[in-house]
């Protein structure tokens, strides 16, 4: 009786030994994912206080994602939180260079597509508002300023 036990214990032990080293579902990448979300939401909730070599080790994460798994459904996605980092960041044309590839890689899917191109034009955008909030800002200082020493 106990050495069937162990018997059956040990096939069992077996296939699903064979099981999880042949599973190549999408439950793996959703795991990686979800455990990565969580360092991307920490570093979104305030992205000054996190040094540049932590956007670049989760940046690497997802890129051997996408490297381990090049034919998930979920690498668009991936590539849309990488380049959304690096609108974190503030590095646009790193962004912009992600988001184009999206568009040149997934080209057979139109959804994909208008949102890598929505990004883009988004990251043109918020580039533009910096830009202009720094300027407005500083002009702001200067009329203070002048008014303080009339």
Request: glycine share 4%; aromatic share 14%.
């Amino acid at each position: 009786m106990k050495r069937k036990f162990l018997i059956l214990c040990s096939i069992l032990l077996v296939v699903y030994t064979v099981f999880t080293l042949l599973d190549k579902s999408e439950y793996r990448v959703e795991k990686k994912l979800w455990r990565m979300s969580r360092d991307f939401e920490s570093i979104s909730q305030d992205p000054k206080a996190v040094p540049a070599r932590q956007f670049e080790k989760i940046i690497t994460d997802y890129r051997n994602v996408i490297k381990k798994y090049p034919d998930s459904r979920y690498v668009p996605q991936v590539y849309s939180q990488i380049g959304t980092l690096y609108m974190i960041q503030k590095k646009y044309d790193d962004a912009r260079q992600v988001y184009g590839q999206v568009v040149t890689d997934f080209s057979d899917d139109p959804v994909t597509v208008s949102k890598a191109l929505m990004d883009i034009g988004n990251s043109y955008l918020i580039q533009e508002l910096m830009r202009r909030w720094i300027f407005i800002r500083g002009y702001g200082v200067t009329i203070i300023q002048r008014k303080w020493d009339s």
